[in-house]
């Protein structure tokens, strides 16, 4: 039973223009939206069309939006860790190389210029 939570008519149709909120699963018809029955069919045709309530609109937006900024942080965070990390590491380990070789010429030319 699909009742639209404006005009409290039953869509019992399957074909009947209307939506469902994806957060509280209210019904609202098109014809109460507003939506131009082309325009409700171009939505329908998208995949990625997500519909919510008035009421679940800005509740919905305020939380992608502030996961979303919070993963970015996070990931960004992590990136730079790894970078630091890797670059530490790198550094390290040049400077180990370095040392073993200025070490290992050295060895070897000290005993010629003696
Ligand atoms: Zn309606
Ligand atoms: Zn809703």
Redesign the pocket.
Known sequence: MRI?E??R?DFKDDNSRILECERCEAH??A??LKIEDELYDKLMQRNDFHWYCGGCESKVMQSIHLEEIEKKLVDFMSKVDYKMKTLEGNVYKKLAEMEEKMNERLKDTLPIRQ
């Open positions: 639209c404006v005009c008519k609202h018809c014809k109460c």
